[in-house]
């Protein structure tokens, strides 16, 4: 079955910078790459998703990107602010077997 | 919050019971799911439904199991067999169909813990 990496599992940052969190797959027939955000004490939430015929997307301060190539997206979160601290989740689907696949999750804290 | 709804909040288990979580949704979507989360470890799979009447193992389905009698709802069941079943439980729902199927859209999760 599909197994997905995440790195890092905590990433502290000064408001201000950029953060980026890395993910790999090892189903090459995985076609759609969605970002979960989850709040402290809250559901998670879609904050952004890829397709596989798309290599960058981007919506305001965060962009993701996929290298079909060598199995790896990366989620990009620019000019970072306090209410970006969550912890934020990346996923691979394969239609066949219709399901998501996550994973371990990042901690992401952005210092005042 | 509407749309989905987990009940309850939190849960305790005493050894050798089973307990049922609740998991209710009004967006008319097909499918539902069950994960895990533990810390750490990100969101397993436990079970999931695309329709009424049917329901698939997901990753880590033994100790646990489903029923789905009705389109609104995906109780699920954490029996004795479930050796370690303190965790967060998240229930989900997607649209069926072409490019939605894969978009979750999560209830506010139930701590479970032994006692």
């Known amino acids: 079955g599909e197994n997905v990496e995440q790195h890092p599992s905590t990433l502290s940052v000064q408001e201000g910078d950029s953060a980026v969190i890395k993910c790999t797959y090892s189903?090459?027939?995985?076609?759609?790459f969605p970002w979960y955000k989850q709040e402290l004490g809250k559901r998670p939430q879609l904050i952004i998703d890829?397709?596989?015929?798309?290599g960058e997307k981007k919506d305001q301060r965060i962009a993701v990107t996929l290298n079909k190539t060598a199995k790896h997206f990366s989620l990009h979160i620019t000019e970072t602010q306090p209410e970006d601290s969550a912890v934020y989740f990346c996923?691979?689907?394969?239609?066949?077997?219709?399901?998501?696949?996550f994973g371990g999750g990042t901690r992401v804290l952005v210092k005042p | 919050d509407g749309g989905i709804t987990q009940s309850p909040k939190y849960l305790f288990r005493k050894e050798g019971q089973n307990v049922t979580l609740s998991c209710e949704q009004n967006l008319n979507h097909d499918a539902m799911y069950w994960y895990r989360q533990d810390p750490g470890q990100g969101l397993r799979l436990i079970y999931y439904s695309q329709i009424v009447n049917d329901f698939q193992k997901g990753d880590i389905a033994e100790g646990y199991s489903v029923s789905r009698e009705k389109k609104e709802s995906f109780p699920l069941t954490v029996t004795s067999a479930q050796k370690n079943p303190t965790a967060f439980y998240l229930c989900?729902?997607?649209?069926?169909?072409?490019?939605?199927?894969?978009?979750?859209?999560f209830g506010s999760g139930t701590q479970l813990s032994v006692l």
């Open positions: 189903d090459s027939a995985s076609n759609y």
């Open positions: 989900a729902s997607s649209i069926q169909g072409a490019q939605t199927n894969e978009k979750l859209f």
């Open positions: 890829i397709r596989s015929n798309v």
């Open positions: 996923a691979a689907f394969k239609a066949a077997g219709n399901k998501l696949t």
